[in-house]
């Protein structure tokens, strides 16, 4: 089948190339020029496992293109996908300028029958926006061409996107029209063969379930924050907690991972938007402002763990900082707990010498050359001169240091873990002191 992706983002990049890869022709727009040029020597603007492979076999095969052209992408595919972004507008809703920008351009180049499928996170009602742009779009140049609006959202997370696209736990597909419901489902076949995961509903219900879906997971993580603060104060162990809780095949033990609170491009705006939503409707959600408020209070929890420990101030004092992406196996920083800590940690006058395996050019671009802050290309190198570590994002590579040689590198002798990394004998045997997330 032939498709076009406007965007190409995590989003748009990911379902171009897992498409293409199950044989189809796929053609990627995007407005970046830089990005698409890129793209088109096989160089991958984000930090993916696996994708810069699959992008480029599949542009050998001569099955993945690249275009900043609207009208070569509009001709292209009978299935137009809509993977552009929607940040956060000032009020908190989301901003469908980028989404309206794709429906106007379809409709302005459009000369037969299209389906336009929207994999970005929309608020409910967008697709009749869409399908309104589409029809004044038309109207404009007289034409009365036949086209469908579908809602297909997108549950991938970063770091295992491929996978997650590749094998997805479900495929929504909301529509109004049967007919363009099994055009989708054919599209669909090749992930859906093991057993069925295409769940067909309205469009709306289908737009209200990726922001349940998101709501209900950043839930469970600021329910589990909460509890570790708790438990904190209690002298109970959050870590023996999530194993007799997650042992409930009713809760699950995904999820549930305390930390220093969630951040990357989703979860914080996804909560505010379907907040922004419930307002719009006269409907105070109590639980959503509380899920964004546990958790914008939780990205402080280093900092006052920190401060705890030094009453005098962290003035003077050097920080090896592990991990600047908001979680593992990405690049990604947008929301990031370490962003608060380094503005924290370096306002108070303290110098944080980062290390992540991916992200560093990201922190680049977002901190310049802050003051206090040092960028180390190798993890031991933030340990020169280091009084204490501090943990924020549990890439693998950090999960059994040496702790007797970090005893011996760090000059006060203590870890800040932000993930609640290790076992807490292991870090004390070695003489260090181990503050963690609710234990
Ligand atoms: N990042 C993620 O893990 C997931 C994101 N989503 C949703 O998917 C959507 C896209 O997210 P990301 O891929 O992360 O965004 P992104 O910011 O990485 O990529 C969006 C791309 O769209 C391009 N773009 C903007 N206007 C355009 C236009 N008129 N025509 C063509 N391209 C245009 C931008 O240049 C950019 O490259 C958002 O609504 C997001 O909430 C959904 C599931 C997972
Ligand atoms: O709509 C989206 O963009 C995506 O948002 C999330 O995916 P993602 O943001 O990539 O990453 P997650 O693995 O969900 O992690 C989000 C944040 O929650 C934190 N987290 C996650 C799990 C946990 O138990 N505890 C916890 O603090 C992570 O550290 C991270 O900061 C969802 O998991 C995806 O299903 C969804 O498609």
Same mark, same amino acid.
């Given at each position: 089948m032939k498709i076009t992706v406007f965007g190409s983002g995590y989003v748009g990049l990911v379902t171009g190339a897992c498409l293409a890869d199950v044989g189809n022709q796929v053609m990627c727009m995007d407005v970046d020029q830089a990005k698409i040029d890129k793209l088109k020597q096989g160089i991958i603007p984000i930090y993916e496992p696996g994708l810069e492979e699959m992008v480029k076999d599949n542009m050998l095969a001569g099955r993945l293109q690249f275009t900043t052209d609207v009208k070569e992408a509009v001709d292209f595919g009978l299935f137009q996908f809509v993977a552009v972004g929607t940040p956060p507008d000032e009020d908190g809703s989301a901003d469908l300028k980028y989404v309206l920008a794709v429906a106007k351009s379809v409709a302005e180049h459009m000369?037969?029958? $299209?389906?336009?499928?929207? $994999?970005? &996170?929309?608020?409910? +009602?967008?697709?009749?926006?869409? @399908?309104? &742009? %589409?029809l004044d779009e038309l109207a404009k140049r007289g034409e009365t061409l036949e086209f469908d609006v579908v809602s297909n959202p997108e549950f991938l997370k970063e770091g295992s996107a491929l996978d997650d696209f590749m094998k997805p736990d479900r495929i929504v597909i909301g529509t109004d029209n049967p007919r363009t419901a099994e055009l989708l489902k054919a599209l669909y076949a090749p992930f859906n063969r093991s057993r069925e995961r295409v769940i067909t509903m309205d469009i709306r219900s289908a737009e209200l379930t990726k922001y349940a879906a998101n709501a209900m997971l950043a839930t469970k993580i600021s329910f589990m924050n909460e509890l570790a603060n708790l438990a904190e104060r209690l002298g109970a162990d959050i870590e023996h907690v999530r194993h007799g809780i997650g042992s409930d095949s009713r809760i699950g033990y995904s999820f549930i991972y305390p930390g220093c609170g969630y951040g990357g491009s989703c979860f914080p705006k996804d909560v505010k938007a379907l907040e922004r939503t419930a307002k719009e409707m006269g409907y105070h959600a109590e639980l959503l402002s509380a899920v964004e408020n546990v958790n914008d209070?939780?990205?402080?929890?280093?900092?006052? @763990?920190?401060?705890?420990?030094?009453?005098? +101030?962290?003035?003077?004092?050097?920080? =090896?900082?592990? +991990?600047?992406?908001? $979680?593992?196996?990405?690049?990604?920083?947008r929301e990031a707990p370490s962003r608060v800590l380094i503005d924290a940690l370096t306002a =108070? +006058?303290?110098? %944080?010498?980062?290390?992540?395996?991916?992200?560093?050019?990201?922190?680049?671009?977002?901190?310049?050359? $802050?003051a206090g802050l040092m960028y180390c290309e190798k993890q031991a190198d933030t340990l020169q001169t280091a009084d204490a570590l501090i943990i924020v994002t549990e890439w693998k590579q950090f999960r059994s240091p040496d702790f007797d040689a970090l005893s011996r590198s760090l000059s006060d002798k203590v870890i800040f873990d932000g993930r609640n990394m290790y076992e807490p004998k292991f870090v004390k045997q070695a003489g260090l002191r181990y503050y963690a997330i609710g234990r």
């Open positions: 000369t037969d029958y $299209k389906i336009i499928v929207d $994999k970005s &996170t929309v608020p409910v +009602g967008t697709a009749d926006k869409v @399908k309104q &742009t %589409v209070r939780q990205k402080h929890r280093l900092f006052e @763990k920190i401060s705890a420990h030094y009453p005098d +101030g962290v003035q003077g004092k050097t920080f =090896a900082l592990w +991990g600047l992406a908001f $979680k593992p196996n990405t690049d990604d920083m =108070a +006058g303290a110098t %944080v010498q980062a290390y992540d395996p991916e992200a560093l050019h990201e922190a680049r671009r977002i901190f310049g050359d $802050k």
